[in-house]
């Protein structure tokens, strides 16, 4: 049975959805104004992989991620940039979904966008103030009161006197405790604003989200999932506000994925570590990058460097050198590796687990293709399957072997140097023939002999 780590529990727990067979899942996704980072890449890989799992465990998910085309940060890049809200925001869109899609990510079942929700946020303001648990301050903004809400801090395990003492006031707010939070700006300025009964503003963050997601998958849904960075304080205000506003239960489940760091350290803009997906993927291959993310546990944290990316591309690799001796077509896949698969991602989506298990299969395929095509081929069909739950091993195995690791050497001018060296071989001259096996290897191009010819794959 599936268990998944409760972040609001502290510890794993035994999957039960509220209605049998079906799963409400709603993640945070990204705010639109620059480009996505390695940080973006982990949380959308991982819950990806979540939603790829339980799809093959034959639940009907309702995948929700949204979008946030409205905040603090969207209004001031734009104006730096010169540009109109709508222009930005739609740019960035349109690159979030190319990354998305060269790191073969199934899309959303719905991506709701939080200009598209203002009356879904208004109507859940309202409901917080009738209930006491907002009020609309001096300045015309709207506050969440967190002094109303008696369990505040519950899921990031904060102590309230702690959160007070460290609480920080803008200038510009005009709130009754510095811990409380804005649902609601009044209009500043020439800034993006939208009639309301409270007057002309623009929605808090938390309050987006709130909304969102209980319009999409009701008042009390299964999973809610995003980045460690969110639990304090983005989930534990969404929380607040949606128990506040509905009442009764809001999550059964939280899930959070790790940190990322950049070489051991915290991946920050301000220390010049800060990595965005398409420079990334100008250095290594999409399937590497989303390979090397699943090679950890989704709750620990990942450490990015070349080294690990390269080690990840080897890793893969040795995967993709299995499938090439053997043909997967035709054959049927073998249930007791399913079963041992499936133990693995049923304790907590343990992806790394679960791909080391792909190397034992795949080191099975390397012992049997040469005596018995029939499990090799079977072999080779339950490797390409497992692998597909993860959103890998989807490529022909020649074209990813021959592609990435190197920008060194086209496909014509390497298999020219292989046949000049067969024809080295051929004439017995082994000092040329080992003198080109030597300038591909420079070239990163490991060669593969056999009874059959030379392969060649990029190192």
């Known amino acids: 049975m599936l268990s998944i780590h409760n972040s609001m529990s502290g510890v794993k727990e035994p999957f039960i959805p509220l209605s049998p067979g079906k799963v409400g899942m709603y993640v945070c996704g990204i705010t639109v104004y620059d480009y996505c980072h390695l940080g973006h890449a982990r949380m959308l890989v991982v819950f990806d992989m979540v939603n790829r799992y339980l799809r093959h465990q034959g639940y009907e998910v309702n995948y929700i991620r949204n979008i946030t085309d409205i905040d603090d940060k969207i209004i001031a890049r734009a104006h730096a940039n010169g540009e109109s809200i709508d222009a930005l925001t739609g740019r960035f869109i349109q690159a979030m979904h190319a990354d998305m899609a060269a790191l073969n990510m199934l899309p959303p079942d719905g991506e709701p966008r939080a200009t598209a929700h203002l009356p879904q946020i208004i109507g859940m303001i309202e409901r917080l103030l009738a209930n006491g648990f907002a009020y609309q301050a001096g300045n015309g903004d709207v506050y969440y009161d967190v002094s109303a809400c008696a369990n505040y801090g519950q899921l990031s395990k904060r102590n309230l006197d702690d959160l007070k003492a460290g609480a920080r006031v803008d200038i510009a707010e005009d709130k009754d405790d510095p811990l409380d939070f804005v649902l609601w700006k009044a209009a500043r300025g020439d800034e993006p604003r939208w009639d309301s009964p409270f007057g002309p503003g623009r929605p808090g963050w938390h309050i987006e989200c709130s909304a969102m997601s209980t319009h999409a998958l009701g008042n009390h849904f299964d999973i809610h999932g995003g980045g460690m960075d ?167 195995a020649e074209t990813f072997l021959k592609s990435g690791g190197s920008d060194a050497g086209g496909d014509e001018q390497i298999q020219a140097l292989i046949d000049a060296r067969t024809a080295a071989k051929a004439e017995k001259n082994y000092t040329h023939a080992d003198q080109i096996r030597q300038q591909l290897q420079t070239m990163g191009i490991i060669l593969e002999d056999s009874a059959t010819g030379t392969t060649w794959r990029r190192q």
């Not at 997906?277 to 989303?290: A, G, M, S, T």
């Open 230 to 396: 969110l639990l304090f304080p983005h989930h534990e205000n969404e929380l607040a506000q949606s128990c506040g506003a509905n009442g009764g239960e809001f999550v059964n489940l939280w899930m959070h994925n790790g940190f990322v760091r950049i070489d051991d350290e915290k991946m920050s803009k301000s220390s010049g570590n800060f990595l965005t997906i398409r420079k990334l993927l100008q250095r290594f291959q999409p399937e590497v990058v989303r390979f090397f993310i699943l090679s950890s546990h989704y709750r620990s944290p990942l450490n990015y460097s070349e080294e690990h990316l390269r080690e990840a591309r080897a890793s893969l690799s040795r995967l993709y050198i299995a499938l090439r001796l053997a043909d997967a077509q035709g054959g049927d896949v073998i249930e007791d590796w399913v079963m041992r698969f499936e133990a693995s991602m049923n304790d907590d989506f343990n992806s790394r687990k679960a791909i080391s298990l792909l190397h034992e299969l795949a080191g099975e395929l390397n012992k049997t293709t040469e005596k018995n095509n029939l499990l090799a081929s079977d072999l080779a069909c339950t490797l390409r399957y497992l692998g597909a739950i993860l959103g890998i091993l989807e490529d022909d």
